[in-house]
């Protein structure tokens, strides 16, 4: 009797005829719960791969005013590649990882240049401009083109890794494989994109990473990690890196009624975006800051300073860092502008809101602008 059951052969979970009954049902799920989201509305490939670049790392609530205010200053990529790299990221301010955006700007240069302003419809030419890897050619050939493009990123590794039961830590390179077939496997001959969308969505809001909703998953029945009662551990991901904690200092130095800001320049954490002069500083003493901050202003730029009264201490987490920034009001006394120091400007408070600053030089232009 036990050895003619261990014969019977085990019923496939994803054989073809499962697959499709799983694409059926995930589908007639969607179409009730999707999200009515901006870029939904459109199948322009130039509006789908801007939503998928800020969609890279960040929420879609996040996105939704970030995505409307882009497309309707930069309503196709002829508009985007004639901008100034300026203008791109101060509409890309508060979104973080600015590097998004300045690929996005080169990219929609090099398709001007290379394709006549046509968003290219072949993935190997997609997968040549700047900041697009395999993940975003097919997201927006898929949803934009309906090409069978198979796509993976944070929602559906989570949901896959469930759906095949993998305990692999989903970052290894054989586990990153496997996921990959997996989503090649679930598409459709046509609907990729629709597909695509419907497996974001169900990680996204029911295939969530702590505590999912099994019992609403149009998926459940499929789930091996559910069959073996591991949804809660699956996906088994590495140690996070602690973050590391750092302390610097900002001065907002005024001449009259002007602060002074300066460029970061290329190579820089936050190239091409304005701030206050800041710097890593080794001690918590506010009289040492102080004279630490005077000294650093002076060698980036040639001018001297006196630090005054602390204006706000400011707290921020960048990627692994977690910086304490304590800010001061300064007072330009002298000195000449070096001419390494990058670009310096002097700018009254209410014409900060015309430059693109970074997080926490915003948080100081409001504290600023109110008299703090
Ligand atoms: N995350 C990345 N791309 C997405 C999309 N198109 N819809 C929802 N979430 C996403």
């Known amino acids: 009797m036990l050895r003619s059951l261990a014969k019977t052969p085990r019923c496939d979970p994803f054989s073809a005829a499962s697959l499709r009954s799983l694409r059926r049902r995930l589908i007639t799920w969607y179409r009730r719960h999707r999200r009515d989201l901006p870029w939904r509305r459109t199948s322009d490939p130039y509006c789908v791969w801007i ?14 005013p970030y995505f409307e205010r882009f497309v309707a200053s930069f309503p196709n990529v002829q508009a985007l590649a004639a901008a100034d790299e300026h203008e791109v990221l101060r509409h890309w301010e508060g979104l973080g990882y600015y590097r998004r955006a300045r690929q996005l700007h080169r990219a929609a240069q090099q398709i001007v240049e290379r394709h006549g302003g046509q968003f290219p419809h072949d993935r190997d030419d997609v997968l040549q401009l700047a900041g697009i890897g395999r993940y975003t050619a097919g997201a927006i050939l898929s949803i934009a083109l309906d090409q069978p493009e198979a796509i993976l990123e944070a929602n559906t ?5 469930r759906l095949l039961g993998s305990q692999e830590n989903p970052a290894s390179r054989s586990a990153q494989d496997r996921l ?8 459709p001959k046509r609907g990729a994109g629709e597909l695509n969308q419907a497996l974001m969505e169900v990680g ?3 295939c969530t990473p702590k505590a ?4 609403d998953c149009p998926l459940a029945e499929w789930c091996q990690a559910r069959a073996l009662g591991l949804e809660g551990v699956i996906p088994r991901l590495a140690k996070k890196i602690p973050a590391t904690s750092v302390r610097e200092a900002a001065a907002v130095v005024w001449r009259g009624q002007q602060v002074l800001v300066r460029l970061h320049p290329t190579g820089e954490r936050w190239a091409g975006l304005w701030d206050f002069p800041r710097f890593p500083v080794e001690t918590e ?4 800051v102080a004279d630490e901050l005077a000294r650093c202003v002076t060698d980036q730029t040639g001018l001297r300073i006196v630090v005054g009264e602390p204006l706000a201490t400011i707290k921020h987490t960048v990627t692994r860092f977690r910086i304490t920034l304590d800010v001061y009001h300064a007072r330009r006394t002298g000195g000449r502008q070096l001419s390494a120091s990058g670009e310096l400007r002097w700018l009254r408070p209410a014409e900060l809101a015309d430059v693109a600053l970074s997080t926490t030089g915003r948080k100081i232009a409001r504290l600023i602008s109110q008299g703090v």
């Open 180 to 187: 990959w077939q997996f989503a090649a496997k679930l598409l």
């Open 51 to 64: 939503s998928e670049i800020m969609l890279q790392q960040t929420q879609v609530v996040t996105v939704v």
């Open 204 to 206: 996204s809001l029911v």
């Open 212 to 215: 999912p909703r099994c019992g």
């Open 157 to 161: 590794v989570r949901l896959h890794s």
């Open 285 to 288: 003493s506010p009289r040492l």
